[in-house]
Each structure stands twice: as C-alpha cells, then as structure tokens.
C-alpha cells in the first residue's frame, strides 16, 4: 500500500456541514468496520482525486488519522451527477 492519505476526524455531521466541506475542497467520508462504529472523517479533495487516479487506490490504502495508519479499501464512491466531482467516500478497514 504506497497510497497513504491524511484524515481529520469529522465531528460535525449533516447535509449542511458536508456541504460546508465540500466548498472548503474537502470531502466527508467515513470508515466502517465489522463490530465496530463508524468514523467519519475528512479528506482533502485533490490529494484524494490524484489518489483516486491510481489503480493502486482501488487495491487498498493507508489513512493516517490522528497519528495511527489505518489500511482501508474504497467500497463506494459518490460521484456528483452533472460535474463527476467526487462528494462522499465509504471505506473498509482491512
């Protein structure tokens, strides 16, 4: 896994703060595991579409969140529907 993203924690949830992100060129995306509860998290738009453009991203991936490497695998990307911009990012924790 060579692809390594850097990641906030999101607190602030809701279609009002995913849109604030989205104008800030960030992207809200969240990090699901087994047994486990989901963590949101934010992701810089350009760093994840330049990522996004390898087919290494599709393989699997390291997050660093919070000083912890996470590897996760991309399940489903949200793409606008006009624009193709990515809006929303589901990973799993391998």
Known sequence: MAITLEAQLRTDTGRG??????????????????????VSIILDEK???????????????????????IA???IAIQRHPVSSRIIHVDFKRV
Request: overall charge positive.
């Open 47 to 69: 760093k994840l579409i330049q990522a996004a453009l390898n087919d290494e991203f599709y393989q699997g991936l390291s997050i660093s969140l919070d000083g912890n490497t």
């Open 17 to 38: 703060a995913s849109r604030r992100l989205r104008v800030a060129e960030r992207i809200p995306a969240i990090i699901v595991e087994s047994g486990k509860e989901t």
């Open 72 to 74: 996760v695998k991309p």
